[in-house]
């Protein structure tokens, strides 16, 4: 009986200090910040993203009409943030994810854009709620 409640304790606190050092998995239910796709550029782009922890999804219900080099990124009102580019649009519509590199702290940022890297313009924006 010892044994057990020195491993239980050993573990609630190896599971505590990983949450607080911001690795391990996140708590069931744990939802991030999401906003709607609204379209700029004279384009068409609806549905919803999410930018939770270390990665940013466009839900199911993402769509885009179409355009040549579009990109994921993030910016912060109003300007999209090139240093933020999270790779080329996997689809043009459905759910997928971006993983946000390391060197980007997603607390700076309150928009997730979609972004014609070729014409230098936003396509889509999505701005993020609590």
Same mark, same amino acid.
């Given at each position: =009986?010892?044994?057990?409640? #020195?491993?239980?304790? =050993?573990?609630?606190?190896?599971?505590?200090? *990983?949450?607080?050092?911001?690795?391990?998995?996140?708590?069931?239910?744990?939802? !991030?910040?999401?906003?709607?796709?609204?379209?700029?550029?004279?384009?068409?782009?609806?549905?919803?993203? #999410?930018?939770?922890?270390?990665?940013?999804? $466009?839900?199911?219900?993402?769509? $885009?009409?179409?355009?040549?080099?579009?990109?994921? !990124?993030?910016?912060?009102?109003?300007?999209?943030?090139?240093?933020?580019?999270?790779?080329?649009?996997?689809?043009?519509?459905?759910?997928?994810?971006?993983?946000?590199?390391?060197?980007?702290?997603? *607390?700076?940022?309150? #928009?997730?854009?979609?972004?014609?890297?070729?014409?230098?313009?936003?396509? !889509?924006? *999505?701005?993020?709620?609590?």
């Amino acid at each position: =009986m010892q044994n057990r409640r #020195e491993f239980m304790k =050993m573990s609630a606190g190896v599971v505590a200090t *990983a949450l607080f050092a911001g690795v391990g998995p996140a708590l069931a239910g744990d939802k !991030g910040r999401t906003g709607n796709f609204s379209g700029r550029s004279n384009h068409v782009t609806t549905g919803k993203a #999410e930018l939770s922890g270390n990665k940013v999804v $466009l839900k199911s219900d993402f769509s $885009l009409d179409g355009a040549p080099d579009a990109r994921v !990124g993030l910016g912060r009102n109003g300007k999209y943030d090139a240093n933020a580019d999270l790779g080329a649009l996997k689809n043009l519509t459905g759910k997928q994810s971006y993983r946000v590199g390391s060197g980007i702290d997603t *607390a700076d940022y309150d #928009e997730v854009y979609i972004w014609c890297r070729k014409f230098n313009v936003p396509l !889509g924006v *999505a701005k993020l709620g609590q």
